[in-house]
């Protein structure tokens, strides 16, 4: 979503490169770029304003560091600012005895689905254990969406797929504060510690809205008060934020649809300008793209920083330790078939979007767009499950008429098949000549190649004998 964004920063701070001290002049030249960059994303104008103030107060008449250049040193202030108007720090869910989450929200925004994922997340061990020590929970969900009938259904599909119990209204239930009632006697015989309840939205605030939410609030007296934005609103989002927080007191906001190409400044003022913090992200469709929301994490990403932490956790989560060291096992006997490269590329989709990963890795968020074309991994999967299991196990096999029916199979031409048995083979002989050569070393160090003392003091021959 911020790829924009993250293009022109860079480019302003680019302007500084060369500079022996930051002045007032380079800075406010620079800074005039950031400004427009900040408003070109749709930052409310407000917080846009405040914070180069912010950024110049800093920045002026700071000695340059010999080790860094004042590109670098602005970029610092930067980074450190942006995390503060984010919110400086993941701020945790207020818990209860039990906790009572009330998750509102117009129409559109995701409620039903972030209210789901933040279920599974709370549930799981692996995910949930990253948030300032928490164990994990018994979440329960509730549906009070009593005006579209399809968000109780699609609540309790997903808690079936998250194996998370559902409270259902009856069909012909009206009053939504007697169907909280009934959820409440529910809860109290299901044995959960976190109550998680979907209300009805609108197409936009009004006061019927805004009452009924009221009276559940003094109904159910929740620990808890999420407001789901969609991030791809822009300036909307903001003032929505505002009047919710009005009328309810929100304690924290979701920030939905971070994986989208809108430009993202509300992500950058809904904090400023609600004064809540932004508690969870939405990150993709999928009910497992969902993760506690840092701040400084994405200040990372957004000048291009990279997020390995981020990184290492998504693929904590996505990759099987047993899979991945039977992998490397026939990686390095020369036993590795198209079989186990596809269960390789797997692993890498079930961790998100191609393009969502590379913006974690320091750096990459500069590469081309060609270059993180997720299409390419769905493209190579096609063809490798055109193949049959003889043809994965021995790629060798596979001759012109082969390759033409692979091609038809998977929908790509017989040039995009040679292609990734091209790539396939070499990566294959990399591997084999990267094992021997390791194998080689280590009997080197112990003294157990032939003709070599043990005490090394004769070398190795100019050209070893795979070359």
Aim: glycine share 8%; charged share 25%; hydrophobic share 40%.
């Amino acid at each position: 979503m911020f790829s924009q964004l993250s293009e022109k920063l860079q480019q302003s701070f680019k302007n500084l490169r060369g500079q022996g001290r930051l002045s007032e002049s380079n800075i406010t030249d620079a800074l005039r770029e950031v400004r427009l960059a900040l408003l070109d994303a749709d930052v409310h104008f407000a917080v846009a304003k405040e914070f180069i103030a912010k950024v110049k107060e800093r920045a002026m008449g700071e000695e340059v560091l010999k080790s860094v250049t004042p590109g670098q040193q602005i970029v610092k202030i930067f980074h450190d600012e942006l995390t503060a108007l984010l919110g400086g720090d993941n701020e945790p869910i207020n818990f209860g005895k039990p906790t009572r989450i009330l998750v509102v929200g117009l129409n559109g925004a995701g409620k039903t689905t972030s209210s789901a994922k933040l279920a599974r997340l709370l549930k799981s061990p692996s995910l949930f254990s990253s948030m300032k020590g928490e164990t994990a929970r018994s979440p329960l969900l509730i549906a009070l969406d009593l005006v579209r009938p399809a968000a109780i259904e699609q609540l309790a599909t997903l808690g079936q797929q998250i194996e998370v119990p559902v409270f259902k209204p009856e069909p012909s239930e009206s009053d939504v504060l007697a169907v909280a009632r009934r959820a409440l006697a529910w809860c109290e015989t299901q044995g959960g510690n976190v109550e998680i309840y979907d209300t009805a939205g609108r197409r936009e605030i009004d006061d019927d809205l805004v009452g009924e939410l009221v009276r559940l609030k003094e109904l159910l007296r929740p620990e808890e008060i999420l407001l789901v934005c969609d991030a791809a609103t822009g300036q909307q989002a903001v003032s929505v934020a505002e009047k919710f927080h009005a009328a309810l007191g929100l304690t924290g906001l979701i920030l939905t649809k971070l994986d989208g190409d809108a430009r993202g400044g509300a992500a950058l003022s809904l904090r400023s300008v609600t004064g809540q913090p932004i508690k969870f992200a939405g990150v993709g469709e999928k009910v497992e793209q969902f993760e506690p929301f840092y701040p400084e994490r994405l200040a990372g990403r957004i000048l291009g920083m990279g997020d390995v932490v981020s990184l290492v956790e998504k693929a904590a989560e996505a990759v099987e330790v047993e899979e991945m060291t039977r992998l490397e096992a026939k990686m390095k006997n020369a036993s590795f078939d198209l079989s186990d490269f596809l269960a390789q590329l797997r692993m890498i989709r079930r961790m998100g979007p191609l393009e969502n990963l590379l913006g974690m890795i320091p750096g990459a968020a500069s590469l081309p767009s060609s270059a993180v074309n997720g299409k390419e991994l769905q493209r190579v999967e096609a063809i490798i499950l055109s193949m049959t299991p003889g043809e994965r196990k021995r790629p060798e096999i596979l001759n012109a008429r082969r390759r033409q029916r692979i091609a038809r199979g998977s929908g790509n031409s017989v040039t995009e098949v040679n292609n990734l048995l091209l790539r396939f083979g070499q990566m294959k002989k990399l591997a084999k000549n990267t094992g021997k050569m390791k194998k080689m070393m280590s009997r080197f160090a112990s003294g157990g190649i032939p003709g070599l003392a043990p005490n090394h003091s004769q070398t190795l021959p100019n050209r070893l004998p795979w070359q």
